[in-house]
């Protein structure tokens, strides 16, 4: 009875401390994270949600998954922090044994400032009330410090080398309460200035003649101290004290730190018995939080320096060395089972693999590595089957409970059954070495074993495997018989599902789906006609009557993880999906996705989920079993914040030194530097940086773009112009939480673009156009008053012309007036005869006179063709009766060369010239000559067996042509004249 009652008590105490720790979860970071020293004494949350630690070596900035570093030996600044504290403007500063720091946000640094006023070197602490006044307390006194400027308040206050942390609080009033080295309490009234003291060992009737090590204050603006073996609470109102001794039996205990959480519980951070949880109300211990070395999820070390609670009540406390423990409250409805030392309440390895609930209620746990363990949820206890108890081997694939209520088991290389009665298992022999990866019963007779060499037919009144088939074909982890169809649903590894029907105790293959898929699981959902199938690309939505996949869920769908093992549907119609980064909760009706963020992310196993008949659900991992009581579980969302974190120009080496910039923010930049990489972050310390990011940028992006959990994003020569980049950031649930944060980003044109070259460019091209129109207008006018004056002279020269041959004519006239008279006077016949033919030759000159000058003032004769025509009437008429023989070469029948009429006519006299020379001067039978034209030419070869001296008027009227005379042997001369004037 003795042995009976231990047990139980152990059992007991085991149960309390498996219950306390499993209401928390633990995630710790040190050193291998980021931070700078593992001593972490004062931390302080800003207005954007960092996470500020100070330590030994440097100040920390944490968001939840970064950290960045200030002040360390690492840049060779490493300094001592003491304090720190925001104020109402949102500047950062820091306290430090070499003075105070403020934080720079433009250049990513802290800086020393320079005060107005100067404050004397050493040692100064720096703080803030709830209201975020700030203060500097100096070696010297106690100063405000309000818009960069410092005042001194008093100087009974001083800051003591011999404290660096809780030892000064403020109430919600404003005072300022500190503790001093002599282990007094002395209040100071800001609106008074006054310094009252309490617990003087002198005078004081609050003495208690104790040593304090801490001090701080709760919401209904008690005090509380804390020292060796007590806790006071001083109500400095009504003058009341409460001492609570030995909150420990008989264990020495030493308070470091207070800090109140939003239940109005005091978490008490002790020097070895690590944090105990304080019930003020009822005067008594809640819980005691302790390092459990068998227990992953517990406190990393028991002595605790320092205590801070934030707004999502998470609870950051330093386990002096070792770093932080961010402790999180989680739901009862969670439960983990894992190896541990004590073989009665934990499980013989980590890894999980197989589930199964039988008749008692009892969880058949099959292990990677250590065989089965037997779990009952009602006690907590469990109990261990290897091969000793009759397993073939202690790897275990899959754990089955068939229609009879049997708990069967497959292992690496064998087929057991379990046997009530004799509590152990009874192994069968297969047919060929393989590994069973796969149970299915099908009837209470008939059970299917899927193999990875083909699919067996296990008999199970007679206990033995009765045929093989399908020998190549490799079977997968999911499996699902449609009793009503009397189909099978078999995976094949990495290939999708076959469907067999079911005849006869044979297998007929008749389909083939999923074919792109490995298929890790199959499950046939309440909901008639569908089946949902796990698979490494997505939740898969399948209509069971006409096969047809209906929708394949992804990550933008609302997916945390897209490699999922298992699905398990509650009492409530929820689909959970155990993945390879945590459990996700899916509502099948609203489409919803949300991440169990209560259970730590894990990576799950397939073929290792189970749904109880009480509506339990369990899933195995790698790194243990977890149970969840849906019925019992409130998921709730937390506060988080999207930040940005930089800018980085295209081109910056490595990215370093990013542009600061904050939401709001309007960021200008050239448009050279339109490629470039937004940073940012999410400000969450429960997701270990799990939170999925959305943007948009407006202007460019066409829609919402979700990243997951990047959280970068590079824009490629974005075109000048103006743009909003929106960001929002995921709780680790899912949930589109944080605010938008909106970045305005303009791009600079290039100069081509902006809208002073637009303008010099319209300006210069209505320059050009006017120029070119003003010259195009004056080159024209000029050739109008060109062809205008050109027209004036010819008309001149025809008018002149036309006058010299009417002076002619008119000589001619009056000669010939005068012969017809002489002619009238005759008697003679002869003589009138003589004088009447002297009358008809003049009038045939005058006609002809008056025929040139009328083809000389004819414009429409200004061509090639009519002097060519009147050169050869005049030959016939100078020429032929003489008998002088002249050639004319044809003229081509579009020569349309121009030739004003004053050139005619000098080209004609010139002509006559030569006709009157040839037929005087030259040998008539001898002489030849020939014509040709060309558009700028006119050419006359002259033959003569003589060769005599031209007349003086001949050349002079060459030379006025401008034309040219080549004489060569043979008496042969070559006239040309051009035909242009």
Not at 31 to 44: A, K, R, W
Not at 882 to 894: L, M, P, Q, T
Request: charged residues 20%.
């Amino acid at each position: 009875m003795r042995i009976i009652y231990v047990t139980i008590l152990l059992f007991a105490l085991s149960a309390g401390q498996v219950s306390a720790q499993g209401t928390y979860r633990f995630r710790h970071v040190g050193i291998e994270d980021g931070l700078s020293q593992g001593s972490v004494y004062h931390m302080m949350k800003d207005s954007r949600g960092y996470l500020w630690m100070s330590s030994q070596d440097g100040v920390n900035k944490f968001n939840g998954k970064n950290f960045e570093v200030y002040l360390s030996g690492a840049s060779g600044e490493s300094t001592n922090i003491q304090g720190i504290a925001e104020d109402k403007e949102g500047q950062i500063w820091i306290g430090s044994h070499k003075g105070v720091y403020k934080y720079d946000r433009p250049t990513n640094k802290f800086l020393q400032p320079g005060f107005t006023k100067t404050i004397p070197t050493g040692s100064v602490h720096v703080f803030s009330d709830r209201d975020r006044n700030t203060y500097l307390l100096t070696e010297t006194g106690l100063f405000s410090l309000h818009n960069g400027r410092i005042k001194l308040l008093t100087d009974q206050l001083a800051y003591s080398r011999s404290q660096f942390n809780n030892f000064i609080t403020t109430t919600p009033d404003g005072d300022i309460w500190l503790l001093t080295p002599e282990h007094e309490v002395i209040r100071y009234a800001v609106k008074t200035q006054k310094t009252i003291p309490y617990f003087s060992r002198s005078s004081s009737s609050f003495s208690t003649g104790s040593d304090f090590s801490c001090i701080s204050s709760d919401r209904a603006g008690n005090v509380w101290i804390g020292g060796k073996q007590q806790l006071i609470c001083l109500e400095y109102n009504t003058q009341k004290t409460t001492v609570h001794t030995n909150l420990l039996q008989d264990q020495g205990i030493n308070f470091f730190d207070i800090a109140e959480d939003l239940h109005g519980k005091l978490w008490l951070a002790t020097e070895k018995n690590g944090i105990i949880i304080f019930d003020p109300r009822k005067g008594k211990i809640a819980e005691h939080i302790q390092h459990e070395d068998d227990i992953a999820n517990s406190l990393k070390f028991n002595e605790v320096s320092e205590i801070f609670i934030d707004e999502n009540n998470d609870v950051f406390a330093n386990t002096d060395p070792q770093g932080i423990d961010i402790i999180t409250s989680v739901p009862s409805a969670f439960t983990c089972y894992t190896y541990g030392k004590n073989n009665n309440f934990n499980l013989s390895g980590y890894s999980i693999r197989g589930l199964a609930e039988d008749k008692n209620a009892d969880i058949w746990i099959g292990t990677e590595l250590t065989g089965i363990n037997r779990l009952s949820p009602n006690t907590g206890q469990v109990r261990h089957y290897t091969t000793a108890n009759g397993l073939p081997d202690n790897t275990i694939r899959y754990v089955l409970k068939d229609q009879a209520d049997r708990i069967w088991v497959a292992t690496l290389n064998g087929f057991a059954l379990y046997l009530p009665d004799a509590d152990r298992f009874r192994k069968f022999e297969l047919p060929n070495f393989c590994e069973v990866s796969n149970l299915l019963s099908v009837d209470n007779s008939l059970m299917l074993l899927i193999t990875n060499k083909g699919i067996m037919f296990f008999d199970t009144h007679k206990m033995q495997v009765i045929k093989t088939e399908k020998n190549s074909f490799v079977g997968g982890y999911a499996s699902y018989f449609d009793e009503k169809n009397q189909l099978i649903y078999i995976a094949s590894r990495y290939r999708g599902v076959e469907v067999f029907q079911l005849s006869d105790n044979k297998l007929k293959q008749i389909r083939k789906l999923f074919t792109n898929y490995h298929v890790l699981d199959l499950h046939h959902s309440t909901t008639e006609g569908l089946l949902w199938a796990a698979t490494d690309q997505g939740l898969v939505k399948l209509n069971i009557l006409n096969n047809s996949i209906i929708k394949t869920y992804h990550v933008k769908d609302g997916l945390h993880h897209e490699y999922i093992y298992c699905i398990q549907q509650d009492k409530s119609g929820n689909l959970w999906l155990s993945t390879n980064r945590g459990l996700t909760r899916f509502n099948p009706e609203s489409e919803r996705f949300e991440f169990v963020k209560e259970i730590p992310p894990r990576e799950y196993n397939s073929r290792s989920s189970l749904a109880t008949a009480s509506g339990d659900l369990y899933f195995g991992s790698t790194r243990g079993l977890d149970r969840i009581r849906p019925r019992l579980l409130s998921l709730r969302r937390d506060k988080v914040s999207a930040h940005f974190t930089g800018l980085v120009l295209d081109g910056t080496e490595n990215g370093s030194n990013p542009k600061q910039i904050a939401a709001d923010d309007t960021i200008q930049l050239s448009y050279s530097d339109n490629t470039f990489t937004l940073k940012f972050t999410a400000t969450d310390f429960r997701s270990a940086g799990l939170n999925r990011f959305r943007y948009f940028m407006k202007g460019y992006d066409k829609d919402t773009i979700y990243a997951g959990t990047l959280d970068q994003v590079r824009y490629a020569r974005l075109p000048a112009g103006e743009y909003e980049f929106q960001l929002q950031a995921s709780d680790l649930g899912g949930n589109w939480v944080s605010a938008v944060r909106k970045l305005s980003i303009v791009i600079a044109p290039p100069f081509w673009q902006t809208w002073w070259f637009l303008f010099l460019m319209i300006l210069l091209f209505a320059g050009v156009i006017f120029l070119s129109i003003r010259t195009y207008l004056n080159q024209k006018l000029l050739a109008q008053r060109i062809e205008s004056e050109k027209r004036i002279s010819l008309e001149r020269e025809r008018a002149r012309i036309a006058r010299d041959m009417n002076d002619s004519l008119g000589s001619e006239l009056f000669g010939l007036k005068l012969l017809g008279q002489v002619a009238m006077h005759q008697s003679n016949k002869e003589d009138t005869n003589s004088y009447l033919q002297r009358i008809v030759d003049t009038s045939r000159t005058i006609s002809d006179q008056i025929s040139e000058v009328i083809w000389i003032t004819d414009s429409e004769q200004d061509n090639a063709e009519s002097l060519w025509s009147y050169i050869k009437k005049n030959a016939d008429i100078y020429l032929r009766p003489s008998g002088v023989s002249y050639h004319f070469a044809d003229i081509c029948e579009n020569e349309t060369t121009a030739i004003s009429g004053e050139r005619r006519h000098e080209i004609l006299n010139f002509h006559k010239l030569l006709f009157s020379e040839v037929t005087k001067s030259f040998n008539l039978g001898n002489c030849k000559l020939s014509f040709n034209i060309s558009p700028s030419d006119l050419t006359i070869t002259l033959v003569n067996a003589e060769f005599p001296n031209l007349n003086l008027p001949l050349l002079q009227s060459l030379k006025k042509l401008r034309g040219s005379l080549s004489s060569e042997p043979e008496y042969l001369y070559v006239f040309n004249i051009p035909l242009k004037d």
